[in-house]
T-cell receptor, first 112, second 113 residues
């Protein structure tokens, strides 16, 4: 049972480049989300999804796109990377909106 | 909007000392859920506890205990007889059940041998 799997674990981008952070879960969870972690700020919600075909914005959505075509996958896209997007990104899933979040191992992104 | 405040940025203790992490939250909703997560140096996030707003009973799990007080909007976490393996960043978090979890800034605990 893999849980929540994120790839890549590390990535360096140049300003203006695009990339996709992949997230997959095998627990059949309807709820999935993306957070970014920055020093001194805890984790902040970027986007979330309550099921296939349904996504919504979180606290810091600007510069990021998401889609949810299947229950298992929830990719996060950076269309034009900026240095302010340098962060550690976590994907998470949950069985319900009030339940425990299961997190991936994180993806460290550096934008030069 | 929900807000979680962890006023302690860093705490350093010697092994076997007790350490208490403070968490103060703000919400206008009467139904909400509080969480604590641990992030060890390896970076993953580990779930520790979930408590709903209607259950004010304190909880103990081994060396970990939690004190939930609605009167002061606090959900404090105590590690008894700390060990080096307890060194980590600890996050308090809150949701009102709207799929959004609000995290505090985290408290870094360093346990010295």
């Amino acid at each position: 049972n893999a849980g929540v799997t994120q790839t890549p674990k590390f990535q360096v981008l140049k300003t203006g480049q695009s990339m996709t952070l992949q997230c997959a879960q095998d627990m059949n969870h309807e709820y999935m989300s993306w957070y970014r972690q920055d020093p001194g700020m805890g984790l902040r919600l970027i986007h979330y999804s309550v099921g296939a075909g349904i996504t919504d914005q979180g606290e810091v959505p600007n510069g990021y796109n998401v889609s949810r075509s299947t229950t298992e996958d929830f990719p996060l896209r950076l269309l034009s990377a900026a240095p302010s997007q340098t962060s550690v990104y976590f994907c998470a899933s949950s069985l319900q909106e009030t339940g425990e979040l299961f997190f991936g191992e994180g993806s460290r992104l550096t934008v030069l | 909007a929900q807000k979680v405040t962890q006023a302690q940025t860093e705490i350093s203790v010697v092994e076997k000392e007790d350490v208490t992490l403070d968490c103060v939250y703000e919400t206008r909703d009467t139904t909400y859920y509080l969480f604590w997560y641990k992030q060890p140096p390896s970076g993953e996030l580990v779930f520790l506890i979930r408590r709903n707003s209607f259950d004010e009973q304190n909880e103990i799990s081994g060396r970990y205990s939690w004190n939930f007080q609605k009167s002061t909007s606090s959900f404090n976490f105590t590690i008894t007889a700390s060990q080096v393996v307890d060194s980590a960043v600890y996050f308090c978090a809150l949701t009102i059940g709207d799929y959004k979890l609000s995290f505090g800034a985290g408290t870094t605990v360093t346990v010295r041998a």
